[in-house]
């Protein structure tokens, strides 16, 4: 089993920036894709972003500039650097993970979610 345990989300204004952060833990032999999705009040979770294991990241085109993902394999860790935050942009930020484990297969695991709120 593999859990993903996310941090950095807050209270912000407008044009303010935040850093999401999201740590890997269990048997994990490798991860494949980490990303972040959101979602707000009354809205389907959508993709903010994702990166690959070799670095290749891809962007919603509402995000697309302003935010940046990133990760560390070696920390099992993935990043989302919030920059210019917009209202928004408000909503519950996920993290997930794609990869395999040591003898479980592949696995496929979701953070709890972290709340972001943008001020106007």
């Known amino acids: 089993q593999v859990q993903l345990v996310e941090s950095g989300g807050g209270l912000v204004q407008a044009g303010g920036s935040l850093r999401l952060s999201c740590a890997a833990s269990?048997?994990?032999?490798?991860?494949?894709?980490m990303g972040w999705f959101r979602q707000a009040p009354g809205a389907q979770r959508e993709l903010v972003a994702i990166?690959?294991?070799?670095?290749?990241?891809d962007y919603a085109d509402s995000v697309k500039v302003r935010f940046t993902i990133s990760r560390v394999n070696a920390k099992n860790t993935v990043y989302l650097q919030m920059n210019r935050l917009k209202p928004e942009d408000t909503a519950v930020y996920y993290c997930?993970?794609?990869?395999?484990?040591?003898?479980?297969?592949?696995?496929?695991?979701w953070g709890q979610g972290t709340q972001v709120t943008v001020s106007s």
């Open positions: 997930t993970a794609y990869g395999l484990t040591y003898s479980q297969g592949d696995f496929s695991s």
């Open positions: 269990g048997s994990i032999f490798s991860i494949n894709t």
């Open positions: 990166i690959t294991g070799g670095g290749s990241t």
